[in-house]
């Protein structure tokens, strides 16, 4: 039974805040994600953000005003 006489493989984005923003857990050992749906999850992490950052940079302009 998986977890008792084996380990299966997990992969796991997390963001430069420590918080899990994508998981994938293997059923079996040889279970993997396809490489390219892992860089569209992290493309999707870094678009995040950078959205993060410019909204930041507009709310510090706003405040300086």
């Not at 008792?4 to 997390?14: F, W, Y």
């Not at 420590?18 to 999707?44: C, N, Q």
């Amino acid at each position: 039974t998986l977890g008792r006489d084996m380990a299966a493989p997990a992969n796991i984005l997390v963001d430069k805040q420590g918080r899990v923003r994508w998981t994938h857990y293997a059923g079996i050992v040889s279970d993997r994600p396809d490489p390219a749906m892992v860089l569209r999850e992290v493309k999707k992490l870094e678009e995040d953000s950078e959205k993060k950052v410019v909204k930041s940079e507009k709310s510090e302009v706003k405040s300086k005003k």
